[in-house]
């Protein structure tokens, strides 16, 4: 990391090796080198110019030091704000910006958070283990807030597509959205069908993407209706081994959107999935709270290499989804 900041920018060493630090003469050329790396949409870079600056600033109190990376931090907020929003803050951005400006309490808390959750977006991918022995900054547990992911399938009612009841997080169809635009999936495999509404929003979804996903649904109650581009196969999850895999798995060619949305013989679905999926395919499973222990035993094991996608898993706060740490990305 310290030789990519130096080789593009030795300026940076040059002013952080004056002790203490010069904030009058240096200050302000490391926050516009910053913003040149944000501007070039260089944030990988930008985060570690933060964290090594953080690591190797000289100061006479420590205040100041604090003080100058969240100087740095409002900026990346700031270029988060005016150029990738169109200079329209979100909720949580005024969340944030309110307890920032008023310096109370909450304002190192709310830096903290703001920091962590920028992490996820520019160190997108990460091991499985690491990440499920870390917790939410403001919560600190592994969700941000459990209670939403609980509301989020509905309350006084579900959510419903074309009149099929969708067993799904709203948070969930939102990331699933934006993962099949990215992804461009060749065929989508749903391991339990429920009433078969999210295979029909999957196809839909598919279609005004210009897409021509091929969907395979698998359930041992099989829904009793058709839809374009939708394969309903009844299957009994129990009955996999080593000699029965899945119907038609002979047609899962191309790349691959895969979801475990089942909770039936876990470990034996996980690994006739391994044998299965290729680099750049995606494994989300659902509902995963109770399948921690399988998940790790699973990936301890697996012959493929499956990291967390934070981006996905931390849009919507830590483990904003019914996929906590399981939306996997086969690298």
């Known amino acids: 990391m310290e030789k990519s900041i130096t080789s593009l920018n030795p300026l940076v060493d040059k002013a952080l090796k004056k002790n203490p630090f010069d904030f009058t003469d240096d200050a302000e050329g490391i926050k516009s080198y910053l913003n040149e790396l944000l501007l070039d949409k260089n944030l990988l870079l930008a985060f570690e110019l933060i964290i090594y600056i953080e690591l190797k600033i000289q100061v006479e109190f420590e205040v100041y030091k604090d003080r100058f990376i969240n100087s740095l931090l409002d900026i990346v907020m700031q270029h988060k704000i005016n150029n990738e929003q169109d200079k329209i803050p979100s909720f949580f951005d005024n969340f944030l910006l309110r307890h920032m400006r008023e310096g109370d309490p909450n304002a190192l808390k709310a830096y903290e958070w703001f920091r962590s959750i920028y992490s996820s977006k520019v160190n997108r991918f990460k091991d499985y283990q690491i990440r499920s022995e870390e917790n939410c900054i403001y919560s600190n547990h592994p969700r941000t807030n459990g209670m939403s992911v609980v509301l ?41 069908s429920g009433k078969g509404g999210s295979a029909v929003w999957l196809a839909d979804m598919t279609k005004i993407l210009g897409l021509k ?48 949305d089942a909770h039936e013989n876990i470990s034996k679905v996980l690994n ?30 697996t012959k493929n290499t499956y990291l967390t996608d934070q981006h996905y898993l931390d849009l919507f706060g830590r483990n904003g989804t019914s996929a906590t740490n399981s939306i996997f990305k086969v690298v």
């Open 152 to 192: 989020s399938q509905g309350t006084h009612g579900v959510f419903t597509w074309k009149d099929h009841i969708v067993f799904k997080s709203v948070f969930d169809l939102a990331i699933y959205s934006m993962l099949l635009e990215e992804l461009k999936p060749d065929v989508i495999i749903e391991i339990g």
């Open 272 to 301: 006739k999935i391994d044998s299965k999926v290729g680099a750049g395919d995606y494994l989300i499973v659902e509902d995963s709270d109770g399948k921690q222990k399988e998940l790790f035993n699973f990936i301890k094991n």
């Open 213 to 260: 996903s091929q969907i395979y649904s698998y359930d041992i109650n099989k829904p009793d209706f058709s839809y374009p581009n939708v394969n309903f196969i009844e299957f009994d999850l129990n009955n996999l081994n080593d000699n029965i895999d899945f119907p038609e798995n002979k047609n899962w060619v191309g790349s691959k959107l895969i979801i475990e």
